[in-house]
């Protein structure tokens, strides 16, 4: 059993990796479009929720999992839903625009919390650094540890991410910043479908 300094040995690399691999991810991509429309603290809740329980079990039964599921299955399933929720809510927006009403900023959802554990813990699934965590834990033993590095570096991410997305929701106005998080869900789901392995 390591303990003591093989710990924050363990803790610092997972978490550099996991903080490492999560920038410009689909993850974060995620949280800013679902900040950009929504409340934010609700947002970096259901992200750090999501987080927690998808790297918790990952790290706990993530092998099992990986080895039951095929990634590429997780991943087109995963893409999918992006691109689905991006064009329900582009069209949605769209259509509830009168013409000639000026903009009001973006009002708090009340399902931001809801929103953002359901697509922050889908896009996680089968994503590198679930992988990265299911390989950690399955290396050191240390399966406390690994979960706790990797929920805490990516609450880091999702935190300045969320700081981002307020400040840009703030300058663009509400609709266009709705209209603008659509169209990224859309991408990244676009991204996912076409080269799974990002």
Known sequence: MLCGVDELRVFALCFT??????LGDKTQLAILALSLRGDKAQVLAGSILAFSVVNGLSSALGFLLYKLLPLKALRVAAGAAFV????????????????????????????????????VGLAELGDKTQLATVGF????GLAFVVALAAISALSLMAAAT????????????????????????MVVGVVMLLWPSW
Do not use: H
Request: proline content about 4%; charged content about 15%.
């Open 17 to 22: 990796t996991v903080l490492a691999s999560e």
């Open 84 to 119: 689905l929720a991006g064009l329900i809510g582009l069209v949605r927006g769209l259509r509830s625009r009168p013409s000639g009403i000026v903009e009001e900023p973006a009002r708090p959802g009340r399902s931001s919390f809801v929103d953002s554990l359901a697509l």
């Open 137 to 140: 834990s399955a290396t050191t």
């Open 162 to 185: 969320c700081l981002l997305g307020s400040r840009l929701a703030g300058k663009i106005g509400g609709f266009r910043a709705n209209l603008i998080s659509y169209m990224m869900f």
